[in-house]
């Protein structure tokens, strides 16, 4: 599970450490259709040449993590820092991603490309727009026309990204809006514009949020 790539561009970072309070288990190992969700995203990424780091909150999870998924696509877990934070009751993506980009930096990655475990459709045709759109950019972040962003289907810089989430964390801002820099160049990919013309149904973005939207995933997979 430690097979580190000499590719070291970019890395792929899915945060699996949410508390699920309104799914009720954990999301990322749900059987649909016989594969725990996070499998499809797996999946989708193991086709680029790029490394896979899963970041979880304990030791537990990940073992659970083991034991239900076919690891051998997996590069490595990442276990939370709480060097920070020590407050356990505090959960938030901010740390995940501290933690990320930490370990990424040692392991001298240039860009993280980060992925919420609860977004189980996601298309390669819009990791290759972001991965396309990302070059000479610090950042790059789908965003819809109300000016909302994804932060958690965006690509980061490793140093700077590191740097900003120690800020935050040690100023206790979770918000993920934190992260970015105005003096970054950032790339904002317009989600109606440029991404819905190659995902006619936006399923990169269906979120699984509540156990109503299982139904709903089987309506559009």
């Known amino acids: 599970m430690s097979n580190i790539s000499k590719t070291k561009s970019i890395a792929f970072v899915i945060l699996i450490g949410g508390r699920s309070h309104r799914f009720g288990s954990d999301k990322g190992l749900f059987q649909f259709l016989g594969k725990p969700l996070i499998q499809y995203q797996i999946e989708v990424l ?48 901010m740390i995940g991603m501290y933690s990320a980009f930490k370990e990424l930096n040692k392991l001298e990655y240039e860009s993280a490309f980060f992925l919420s475990c609860d977004m189980p459709l996601i298309k390669s045709e819009i990791i ?17 026309k109300n000016q909302y962003i994804e932060p958690l289907f965006a690509i980061y810089p490793v140093k700077k990204g590191f740097q900003r989430t120690k800020n935050s ?53």
């Open 128 to 144: 290759n727009l972001l991965l396309n759109q990302s070059k000479g950019h610090d950042c790059c972040i789908p965003i819809w």
């Open 46 to 93: 193991s086709q680029y040449k790029h490394d896979i780091f899963i970041v979880s909150y304990s030791q537990d999870q990940i073992q659970k993590y083991v034991e239900n998924l076919d690891y051998r696509m997996i590069t490595a877990f990442i276990l939370d820092e709480r060097e920070l934070i020590q407050d356990i009751n505090i959960r938030a993506p």
């Open 169 to 221: 964390l040690r100023s206790k801002r979770f918000k993920l809006l934190n992260l970015l820099d105005n003096n970054w160049k950032i790339k904002y990919i317009s989600i109606e514009n440029e991404i819905q013309p190659l995902d006619k149904k936006l399923l990169t973005f269906t979120n699984i949020n509540k156990p109503d939207d299982i139904e709903k995933l089987m309506h559009v997979y």
